[in-house]
Protein backbone atom coordinates (compact mmCIF):
# COMPACT_ATOMS: atom_id res chain seq x y z
CA UNK A 1 0.00 0.00 0.00
CA UNK A 2 2.71 2.62 0.07
CA UNK A 3 2.42 3.56 -3.53
CA UNK A 4 -1.60 4.29 -2.89
CA UNK A 5 -1.57 8.25 -3.16
CA UNK A 6 0.58 8.09 -6.15
CA UNK A 7 -2.03 5.82 -7.81
CA UNK A 8 -4.57 8.96 -8.24
CA UNK A 9 -1.86 10.56 -10.18
CA UNK A 10 -3.86 11.56 -13.55
CA UNK A 11 -6.35 9.73 -12.67
CA UNK A 12 -10.23 10.92 -13.28
CA UNK A 13 -12.28 10.55 -9.96
CA UNK A 14 -15.27 11.73 -9.21
CA UNK A 15 -16.79 12.53 -5.34
CA UNK A 16 -20.60 13.11 -5.40
CA UNK A 17 -21.45 14.97 -1.69
CA UNK A 18 -18.13 16.77 -2.68
CA UNK A 19 -18.83 20.01 -0.98
CA UNK A 20 -19.79 18.94 2.39
CA UNK A 21 -17.86 18.02 5.36
CA UNK A 22 -15.68 14.82 3.78
CA UNK A 23 -16.36 15.16 0.65
CA UNK A 24 -14.91 18.38 0.63
CA UNK A 25 -11.70 17.70 2.35
CA UNK A 26 -11.22 14.35 -0.02
CA UNK A 27 -11.08 16.73 -2.67
CA UNK A 28 -8.65 18.95 -1.94
CA UNK A 29 -6.46 16.00 -1.31
CA UNK A 30 -7.46 13.93 -4.48
CA UNK A 31 -6.36 17.54 -6.44
CA UNK A 32 -3.31 18.05 -4.33
CA UNK A 33 -2.33 14.31 -5.41
CA UNK A 34 -2.38 15.09 -8.95
CA UNK A 35 -5.91 13.81 -9.79
CA UNK A 36 -8.50 14.96 -12.26
CA UNK A 37 -11.64 15.88 -9.71
CA UNK A 38 -15.04 16.26 -10.54
CA UNK A 39 -17.00 17.10 -7.76
CA UNK A 40 -20.89 16.85 -7.49
CA UNK A 41 -23.29 18.29 -4.90
CA UNK A 42 -26.90 19.19 -4.86
CA UNK A 43 -26.28 22.35 -2.65
CA UNK A 44 -29.65 21.19 -0.84
CA UNK A 45 -30.35 23.29 2.43
CA UNK A 46 -29.01 22.57 5.44
CA UNK A 47 -26.92 18.96 4.40
CA UNK A 48 -23.59 20.75 5.06
CA UNK A 49 -22.82 21.67 1.38
CA UNK A 50 -20.90 25.01 1.25
CA UNK A 51 -18.95 26.09 -1.93
CA UNK A 52 -16.42 27.96 0.81
CA UNK A 53 -15.09 24.09 1.36
CA UNK A 54 -13.31 24.43 -2.04
CA UNK A 55 -11.93 27.68 -1.58
CA UNK A 56 -8.61 28.14 -3.55
CA UNK A 57 -9.15 24.76 -5.59
CA UNK A 58 -11.43 26.46 -8.21
CA UNK A 59 -9.08 26.10 -11.12
CA UNK A 60 -8.50 22.58 -9.74
CA UNK A 61 -11.76 20.77 -9.41
CA UNK A 62 -14.24 20.61 -11.66
CA UNK A 63 -17.66 21.55 -9.73
CA UNK A 64 -21.30 20.20 -10.89
CA UNK A 65 -24.23 21.10 -9.05
CA UNK A 66 -26.51 18.52 -9.66
CA UNK A 67 -29.34 16.00 -7.61
CA UNK A 68 -27.77 11.92 -7.06
CA UNK A 69 -31.68 11.26 -7.72
CA UNK A 70 -31.61 12.88 -11.22
CA UNK A 71 -30.97 11.37 -14.36
CA UNK A 72 -27.44 12.94 -15.21
CA UNK A 73 -25.05 10.42 -13.52
CA UNK A 74 -25.11 8.06 -16.38
CA UNK A 75 -23.89 10.93 -18.10
CA UNK A 76 -21.03 12.33 -14.94
CA UNK A 77 -19.93 8.61 -14.45
CA UNK A 78 -18.91 8.47 -18.05
CA UNK A 79 -15.13 8.23 -17.98
CA UNK A 80 -14.33 8.36 -14.34
CA UNK A 81 -11.31 5.85 -12.70
CA UNK A 82 -12.91 6.11 -9.29
CA UNK A 83 -16.00 7.38 -7.57
CA UNK A 84 -16.29 8.33 -4.09
CA UNK A 85 -19.73 7.91 -2.87
CA UNK A 86 -20.47 10.74 -0.31
CA UNK A 87 -23.56 11.90 -1.14
CA UNK A 88 -26.29 11.42 1.72
CA UNK A 89 -28.27 12.22 4.33
CA UNK A 90 -26.90 11.53 7.67
CA UNK A 91 -29.21 13.40 10.36
CA UNK A 92 -30.64 10.72 12.70
CA UNK A 93 -32.98 13.45 14.08
CA UNK A 94 -34.34 14.59 10.53
CA UNK A 95 -34.65 11.03 9.11
CA UNK A 96 -37.48 9.84 12.15
CA UNK A 97 -39.08 13.59 11.16
CA UNK A 98 -39.28 13.31 7.50
CA UNK A 99 -38.23 9.26 6.83
CA UNK A 100 -39.40 9.55 2.73
CA UNK A 101 -36.94 12.03 2.06
CA UNK A 102 -34.26 10.10 3.82
CA UNK A 103 -35.08 6.52 1.77
CA UNK A 104 -34.66 8.74 -1.39
CA UNK A 105 -31.89 10.20 -0.54
CA UNK A 106 -30.15 6.89 0.95
CA UNK A 107 -31.64 4.63 -1.38
CA UNK A 108 -33.02 5.71 -4.21
CA UNK A 109 -29.78 7.73 -5.51
CA UNK A 110 -27.71 4.77 -4.67
CA UNK A 111 -29.62 3.02 -7.06
CA UNK A 112 -29.67 5.67 -9.22
CA UNK A 113 -25.90 6.38 -8.83
CA UNK A 114 -24.82 2.29 -9.44
CA UNK A 115 -27.41 1.88 -12.09
CA UNK A 116 -25.13 4.44 -13.87
CA UNK A 117 -21.90 2.88 -13.15
CA UNK A 118 -23.57 -0.47 -14.82
CA UNK A 119 -24.60 1.00 -17.62
CA UNK A 120 -22.21 3.61 -18.64
CA UNK A 121 -19.16 2.78 -16.67
CA UNK A 122 -18.88 -0.53 -15.42
CA UNK A 123 -14.94 -1.20 -14.59
CA UNK A 124 -14.77 1.93 -12.46
CA UNK A 125 -14.55 1.22 -8.80
CA UNK A 126 -16.98 3.06 -6.19
CA UNK A 127 -16.44 3.54 -2.42
CA UNK A 128 -19.40 4.11 -0.41
CA UNK A 129 -19.46 6.23 2.79
CA UNK A 130 -21.39 4.49 5.46
CA UNK A 131 -22.07 4.46 8.95
CA UNK A 132 -21.27 3.05 12.10
CA UNK A 133 -25.03 3.87 13.11
CA UNK A 134 -26.13 0.86 11.35
CA UNK A 135 -25.26 -1.73 14.19
CA UNK A 136 -27.62 0.21 16.70
CA UNK A 137 -26.91 -0.54 20.34
CA UNK A 138 -23.83 -2.93 20.36
CA UNK A 139 -24.20 -6.26 22.08
CA UNK A 140 -20.43 -6.49 22.73
CA UNK A 141 -17.86 -4.07 22.37
CA UNK A 142 -15.34 -3.48 20.22
CA UNK A 143 -17.53 -3.87 17.49
CA UNK A 144 -16.25 -5.46 14.58
CA UNK A 145 -18.18 -6.40 11.24
CA UNK A 146 -19.54 -9.15 11.97
CA UNK A 147 -21.56 -7.63 14.66
CA UNK A 148 -25.52 -7.68 14.19
CA UNK A 149 -26.74 -5.06 12.25
CA UNK A 150 -29.76 -3.64 14.18
CA UNK A 151 -30.30 0.23 13.52
CA UNK A 152 -32.16 2.37 15.99
CA UNK A 153 -33.32 4.82 13.52
CA UNK A 154 -34.78 5.22 10.34
CA UNK A 155 -31.12 6.68 8.87
CA UNK A 156 -29.45 3.23 9.70
CA UNK A 157 -32.03 1.39 7.87
CA UNK A 158 -31.35 3.48 5.01
CA UNK A 159 -27.71 3.26 4.92
CA UNK A 160 -27.91 -0.23 5.58
CA UNK A 161 -29.64 -0.47 2.11
CA UNK A 162 -27.45 1.66 0.63
CA UNK A 163 -24.37 -0.51 1.82
CA UNK A 164 -25.97 -3.77 0.51
CA UNK A 165 -26.89 -1.99 -2.68
CA UNK A 166 -23.69 -1.70 -3.83
CA UNK A 167 -22.40 -5.11 -2.32
CA UNK A 168 -25.20 -6.63 -4.67
CA UNK A 169 -24.10 -4.88 -7.63
CA UNK A 170 -20.12 -6.05 -6.58
CA UNK A 171 -21.31 -9.74 -6.43
CA UNK A 172 -24.34 -9.88 -9.76
CA UNK A 173 -22.27 -7.25 -12.12
CA UNK A 174 -19.16 -7.04 -11.26
CA UNK A 175 -18.97 -3.29 -9.69
CA UNK A 176 -15.63 -2.78 -7.66
CA UNK A 177 -17.28 -1.52 -4.52
CA UNK A 178 -16.96 -1.23 -0.85
CA UNK A 179 -18.18 0.16 2.14
CA UNK A 180 -16.31 2.54 4.88
CA UNK A 181 -18.83 2.37 7.98
CA UNK A 182 -17.46 5.70 9.78
CA UNK A 183 -17.62 6.29 13.12
CA UNK A 184 -17.63 9.97 14.71
CA UNK A 185 -15.70 12.32 12.22
CA UNK A 186 -14.81 16.16 13.19
CA UNK A 187 -12.43 18.46 11.56
CA UNK A 188 -12.60 21.65 9.07
CA UNK A 189 -15.16 21.97 7.04
CA UNK A 190 -18.23 20.53 8.94
CA UNK A 191 -21.14 21.89 9.04
CA UNK A 192 -22.09 23.41 12.56
CA UNK A 193 -24.87 25.37 11.81
CA UNK A 194 -26.89 23.07 13.74
CA UNK A 195 -26.79 20.56 15.61
CA UNK A 196 -29.05 17.51 13.67
CA UNK A 197 -26.05 16.02 11.76
CA UNK A 198 -24.23 14.83 15.36
CA UNK A 199 -23.38 16.42 18.22
CA UNK A 200 -19.79 16.75 17.70
CA UNK A 201 -19.98 19.69 14.85
CA UNK A 202 -22.27 21.24 17.45
CA UNK A 203 -20.01 21.11 20.11
CA UNK A 204 -17.14 22.96 18.48
CA UNK A 205 -19.58 25.72 17.57
CA UNK A 206 -20.43 26.46 21.27
CA UNK A 207 -16.81 26.17 22.17
CA UNK A 208 -15.94 28.96 18.95
CA UNK A 209 -18.38 31.02 20.54
CA UNK A 210 -17.77 30.60 24.45
CA UNK A 211 -21.15 29.13 24.83
CA UNK A 212 -22.39 26.03 27.38
CA UNK A 213 -22.98 22.83 26.12
CA UNK A 214 -25.88 21.18 27.08
CA UNK A 215 -24.47 17.41 27.57
CA UNK A 216 -27.29 14.75 27.88
CA UNK A 217 -27.46 12.12 30.74
CA UNK A 218 -24.41 12.03 32.94
CA UNK A 219 -21.98 11.44 29.72
CA UNK A 220 -20.23 8.81 30.75
CA UNK A 221 -21.23 7.36 27.39
CA UNK A 222 -18.43 6.49 26.01
CA UNK A 223 -17.72 7.07 21.98
CA UNK A 224 -14.38 6.59 19.36
CA UNK A 225 -13.49 9.84 16.67
CA UNK A 226 -11.64 9.74 13.91
CA UNK A 227 -10.11 13.36 12.54
CA UNK A 228 -11.22 14.20 9.06
CA UNK A 229 -7.59 13.29 7.30
CA UNK A 230 -7.68 10.18 8.76
CA UNK A 231 -10.80 9.17 7.19
CA UNK A 232 -9.73 10.82 3.75
CA UNK A 233 -6.64 8.60 4.24
CA UNK A 234 -8.95 5.39 4.31
CA UNK A 235 -11.13 6.71 1.55
CA UNK A 236 -7.82 6.44 -1.03
CA UNK A 237 -6.61 3.59 0.17
CA UNK A 238 -10.09 1.60 -0.44
CA UNK A 239 -10.06 3.58 -3.84
CA UNK A 240 -6.53 2.68 -4.85
CA UNK A 241 -6.65 -1.13 -3.89
CA UNK A 242 -8.14 -4.00 -5.39
CA UNK A 243 -8.14 -6.18 -1.98
CA UNK A 244 -11.23 -3.53 -0.94
CA UNK A 245 -13.52 -4.94 -3.98
CA UNK A 246 -16.44 -6.61 -2.20
CA UNK A 247 -15.71 -5.43 1.14
CA UNK A 248 -16.72 -3.09 4.39
CA UNK A 249 -14.58 -1.97 7.07
CA UNK A 250 -14.87 -0.08 10.39
CA UNK A 251 -13.28 2.89 10.93
CA UNK A 252 -12.28 4.28 14.58
CA UNK A 253 -10.38 6.12 17.23
CA UNK A 254 -7.80 4.07 19.14
CA UNK A 255 -9.03 4.28 22.28
CA UNK A 256 -13.51 5.35 23.25
CA UNK A 257 -13.21 8.30 25.10
CA UNK A 258 -16.51 9.64 27.34
CA UNK A 259 -18.51 12.40 26.01
CA UNK A 260 -17.73 14.03 29.08
CA UNK A 261 -13.94 13.56 28.94
CA UNK A 262 -14.14 14.91 24.84
CA UNK A 263 -16.67 17.99 26.14
CA UNK A 264 -13.85 18.82 28.98
CA UNK A 265 -10.53 18.42 26.10
CA UNK A 266 -12.53 20.81 24.10
CA UNK A 267 -13.08 23.23 26.51
CA UNK A 268 -9.60 23.57 27.52
CA UNK A 269 -8.19 23.89 23.91
CA UNK A 270 -10.21 26.48 23.38
CA UNK A 271 -9.74 28.78 26.00
CA UNK A 272 -13.52 29.30 26.58
CA UNK A 273 -16.84 27.71 26.81
CA UNK A 274 -18.87 26.04 29.85
CA UNK A 275 -20.97 23.03 30.13
CA UNK A 276 -23.87 21.50 32.22
CA UNK A 277 -25.64 18.01 32.60
CA UNK A 278 -29.25 18.12 30.93
CA UNK A 279 -31.83 14.92 30.93
CA UNK A 280 -31.99 13.49 27.58
CA UNK A 281 -34.41 14.54 25.26
CA UNK A 282 -36.91 11.89 24.68
CA UNK A 283 -36.53 12.06 20.75
CA UNK A 284 -32.86 11.96 21.15
CA UNK A 285 -32.78 9.08 24.28
CA UNK A 286 -34.84 6.74 22.27
CA UNK A 287 -32.49 6.52 19.04
CA UNK A 288 -29.16 7.19 21.37
CA UNK A 289 -26.97 3.75 20.51
CA UNK A 290 -24.92 4.13 24.60
CA UNK A 291 -21.34 3.07 24.40
CA UNK A 292 -19.49 2.50 20.86
CA UNK A 293 -16.10 1.04 19.93
CA UNK A 294 -15.64 -0.08 16.54
CA UNK A 295 -12.55 -2.74 15.87
CA UNK A 296 -10.82 -1.81 13.47
CA UNK A 297 -8.63 -4.85 12.66
CA UNK A 298 -9.88 -5.65 9.52
CA UNK A 299 -8.60 -1.92 7.72
CA UNK A 300 -5.66 -1.88 9.29
CA UNK A 301 -4.68 -5.32 8.20
CA UNK A 302 -5.97 -5.24 4.18
CA UNK A 303 -5.69 -1.99 3.91
CA UNK A 304 -2.97 -0.96 6.62
CA UNK A 305 -4.50 1.91 7.60
CA UNK A 306 -4.59 3.55 11.23
CA UNK A 307 -5.73 6.60 12.56
CA UNK A 308 -2.43 9.03 12.76
CA UNK A 309 -4.47 11.98 14.25
CA UNK A 310 -4.63 12.03 17.93
CA UNK A 311 -7.74 13.61 19.67
CA UNK A 312 -6.00 16.43 21.23
CA UNK A 313 -3.98 17.78 17.91
CA UNK A 314 -7.44 17.10 16.18
CA UNK A 315 -9.66 18.97 18.21
CA UNK A 316 -6.68 21.82 18.29
CA UNK A 317 -6.62 22.33 14.60
CA UNK A 318 -10.45 22.37 14.04
CA UNK A 319 -11.31 24.79 16.75
CA UNK A 320 -8.61 27.34 14.98
CA UNK A 321 -9.75 26.67 11.90
CA UNK A 322 -13.55 27.83 12.96
CA UNK A 323 -11.92 30.65 14.45
CA UNK A 324 -10.47 31.69 11.30
CA UNK A 325 -13.29 30.76 9.37
CA UNK A 326 -16.47 31.15 11.42
CA UNK A 327 -18.07 33.52 9.03
CA UNK A 328 -18.85 31.17 6.57
CA UNK A 329 -20.50 28.23 8.76
CA UNK A 330 -22.03 30.32 11.29
Known amino acids: MSDYRDFYRGRKVLVT ?9 LSRTLADLGASVLAVDS ?5 GGNLFNL ?17 GMAYLVK ?10 QVSHIDSMTDPFTDLEINCRSQLSILEALREANPE ?5 AGTRQIYGKPMRLPVDETHLLNPTDVNGINKISGEMYHLVYHSVYGIRASSLRLTNTYGPRQLIRHNRQGFIGWFVRQVVLGEE ?8 QRRDFDYVDDVVDAFLRAGATDAADGQVFNL ?19 GRGSYRLVPFPPERKRIDIGDFHADTGKIRATLGWAPRVGLRDGLTRTIEYYLQNREHYL
Open 17 to 25: GALGFIGSN
Open 252 to 270: GGDEAVSLLELTRLMIEVA
Open 124 to 128: ARIVY
Open 213 to 220: IQLFGDGT
Open 55 to 71: AGYEDRVRINIADVRGH
Open 43 to 47: LLPDY
Open 79 to 88: GQDVLFNLAG
